[in-house]
C-alpha cells in the first residue's frame, strides 16, 4: 500500500470517527430534547385536563370534561384519563401524570392521564429516524468532500517523499547527476531536499575524481608497460641474441601477464569513457548477419584447438542494425571469448540471431558449467566475477569486460542480460534497434 494512499485511508478514517462521535453526542442530545418535548407536552396536556375537570366540577356538568378526555383517550400513547382519584395502583408499563384541582364543595381530587412506555419511545423513536436521515445525508456528503481534501493533502504531502524517493533511485542506480527540484516549500522537507541534492553532489564529485585519477593513472600506465612488452616481444624473438628454451618459458610468461595487463587498463579505460560519454562512436547501418559470422570465425582456431564446436543459427533475411561495427564487434568478442573459457572440452557455443519485437536479439549460448541465478544481474557489475568459477584453474579476467559489454549496448538503445537454461550452460543475450528500408 502506498504512503499517499496510507494517508489518505488515515485522514478519511479520523473524518469518519469524528462524525461517529458527533453523530453520537447530537443522538443522544436529540433523543433528549424530544423526551423534554414530549414531558412539557404531557403536563401542558395534563394543566388543561385539570382546568376542564375544574370547570365541570363547578357547573355540575361533566359532559365537556368526559368529552375532553374521550379526546385525549384517542392518542394512541394514552392508555387512560380521568378526573376522579383513585386508590388504584398503576398498571405496569405506564407513566401516570396528576395534577389535584378543587371540587365545588371545598374538597380535592385528582386529573390523572396514564401514558403507554412503549408507545411513547416508539413516538419518540419515529421522529428521531428523520434526523438520524438528516444526519446520515449529510455525513455521507461530509465524506465525500472530506475524500477529495484527504486525496489533496496526501497528495501534497507526499509529493516531496515520492520526489527524493524517484532521486535516491536514480542515485542508486548510478546517475549521480540527479538533483531533486525545488518546489516552494519552507520546511522540513524542503530542508532534507537541499541536504540530498548537497549529498548527490557530493558524490558525483567524489565519482568524478574517481574516474579522472582512474583515467589518468590507468593511460600513464599504458605507457611504460608499452614499453616493457615491447622489450619482450625483442628478447622472445631472438633479435637481441639467442636465448634457451627456459628463457622462452620465462619470456612467454612475462609476455602473457603484460598482455593480461594491458587487457585490464583497456578495459578500465573502456569503462571509464563509457560512463563519462567520451567514448566515440560511429553508428551507421551494420549488415547483422555478416559481422555475427566474422566474429565466430575469427574464434574457430581457438575453438578448433579445444575441440570444441561453434554452431550458427541466423533467421533468414536478418535486418540490420543501427550501431559502431567496432564497438559491436568487442561485445561479441568478449561473449565468444568468454563462453570459450568456460566451456569444456567437446562441449558446444551456439550464436544465433532473431528479430523479436522490432529488434534483433543475439544470443551467445555454451554448454559450460552455468551462472548461479542469484548472481545474474551481479555479473554485469564493475570488477564482479563469480566465485565458483574462480577455482576452475582458468586464468583470471579483470572483471570488467560484461560492464564493457553493458555500457556499449545501452550506447546502442539495447539492453543486454545473462540465463541459465534448465538444460544447462550460459546464455547471454543482447538486443540492438533495426534499421528499416528508408531509415538507414
Known amino acids: 500500500m502506498s504512503l499517499r494512499l496510507r494517508i489518505s485511508l488515515v485522514i478519511l478514517g479520523l473524518m469518519a470517527l469524528a462524525q461517529a462521535m458527533f453523530g453520537s453526542a447530537y443522538f443522544i442530545l436529540q433523543r ?127 509529493r516531496p517523499i515520492e520526489a527524493l524517493a524517484k532521486g535516491a533511485r536514480a542515485v542508486g542506480e548510478g546517475d549521480l547527476e540527479y538533483r531533486v527540484p525545488a518546489d516552494g516549500r519552507e520546511d522540513e522537507l524542503e530542508t532534507l531536499r537541499a541536504r540530498f541534492n548537497a549529498m548527490a553532489e557530493r558524490l558525483a564529485e567524489t565519482d568524478r575524481m574517481k574516474r579522472n585519477f582512474i583515467q589518468n593513472f590507468t593511460h600513464d600506465l599504458k605507457n611504460p608497460l608499452s614499453g616493457i612488452k615491447a622489450c619482450i616481444e625483442t628478447l622472445h624473438s631472438g633479435n637481441s641474441g639467442p636465448i634457451n628454451g627456459k628463457q622462452r618459458k620465462y619470456l612467454e610468461s612475462s609476455l602473457a601477464a603484460s598482455e593480461r595487463l594491458w587487457d585490464y587498463l583497456d578495459d578500465m579505460l573502456s569503462v571509464m569513457k563509457l560512463q563519462t560519454g567520451r567514448f566515440p562512436m560511429d553508428v551507421q547501418s551494420v549488415e547483422t548477419a555478416r559481422l555475427l559470422k566474422e566474429a565466430i570465425e575469427g574464434f574457430s582456431i581457438r575453438a578448433e584447438n579445444s575441440l570444441i564446436t561453434l554452431k550458427v543459427d541466423l533467421s533468414p533475411n536478418l535486418p540490420s542494425v543501427k550501431a559502431d561495427e567496432q564497438l559491436l564487434r568487442r561485445v561479441l568478442d568478449n561473449l565468444i571469448a568468454n563462453a570459450l573459457n568456460f566451456t569444456p572440452r567437446e562441449g558446444t557455443i551456439t550464436l544465433s540471431a532473431h528479430l523479436r519485437d522490432g529488434q534483433v536479439r543475439v544470443d551467445v549460448h555454451d554448454t559450460g558449467p552455468g551462472i548461479p541465478k542469484d548472481e545474474l544481474e551481479e555479473i554485469f557489475e564493475n570488477f564482479y566475477q563469480v566465485e565458483r568459477n574462480k577455482s576452475r584453474g582458468r586464468t583470471p579476467g579483470t572483471g570488467l569486460g560484461l560492464a564493457v559489454c553493458r555500457s556499449i549496448v545501452a550506447e546502442h538503445g539495447g539492453r543486454i542480460w545473462a540465463e541459465s537454461p534448465a538444460d544447462g550452460g550460459t546464455r547471454f543475450r543482447f538486443t540492438l534497434p533495426v534499421v528499416y528500408s528508408g531509415n538507414a
Not at 50 to 56: K, L, P
Not at 76 to 88: G, M
Not at 119 to 129: D, G, K, P, T
Open 32 to 158: 433528549r430534547a424530544e423526551l423534554a418535548d414530549t414531558y412539557n407536552r404531557s403536563m401542558e396536556t395534563l394543566r388543561l385536563a385539570a382546568a376542564v375537570c375544574h370547570e365541570s366540577s363547578l357547573t355540575d356538568d361533566w359532559t365537556k370534561a368526559n368529552s375532553h378526555l374521550s379526546f385525549l383517550r384517542e392518542d394512541p400513547t394514552v392508555r387512560y384519563a380521568s378526573c376522579t382519584d383513585t386508590k388504584e395502583p398503576i398498571p405496569s408499563g405506564v407513566r401516570e401524570f396528576s395534577r389535584y384541582f378543587e371540587l365545588k364543595d371545598g374538597s380535592r381530587s385528582r386529573a390523572r392521564i396514564g401514558y403507554n412506555n412503549a408507545a411513547v419511545n416508539a413516538a419518540v423513536h419515529s421522529r428521531l429516524r428523520g434526523a438520524i436521515w438528516d444526519m446520515a445525508s449529510i455525513a455521507s456528503i461530509t465524506l465525500f468532500f472530506g475524500l477529495l481534501v484527504a486525496l489533496f493533502v496526501a497528495r501534497t504531502l507526499t
